[in-house]
């Protein structure tokens, strides 16, 4: 039996929907829900990386300009982060999305 990805996205999306977190990207609003941060993100090659502030997990089909990548702003509950990182699941569903310090460089 094959995925269904159009299944997963729309579960996906109601499982936003239910306990939304509301963020901006370049203007235009999305509906997330909120993610941890996950051990192998903690940890890079140059040792801990405590910069991951808060973890945000959208549906990729939401992102009709592509997803945000490394650097990008951010606006979550009215305060601006930028992106640490993006990972995307293997199906191409979600984006789970890294947030710390606007001034991080």
């Not at 829900?33 to 040792?47: N, P, V």
């Not at 990386?49 to 992102?63: H, K, M, W, Y």
């Amino acid at each position: 039996m094959a995925l269904d990805f159009d299944i997963m996205a729309n579960d996906l999306d109601f499982i936003h929907n239910d306990v939304p977190h509301v963020f901006t990207f370049n203007g235009d609003t999305y509906t997330g829900s909120l993610g941890t941060t996950e051990i192998d993100i903690m940890y890079s090659e140059e040792g801990a990386n405590d910069g991951v502030e808060v973890t945000l997990i959208a549906t990729v089909r939401d992102f009709l300009s592509g997803v945000p990548g490394d650097g990008e702003l951010i606006t979550y509950n009215a305060k601006e982060y930028r992106v640490i990182s993006t990972r995307i699941d293997t199906a191409n569903v979600g984006v789970s999305i890294d947030l710390g310090d606007k001034y991080r460089k």
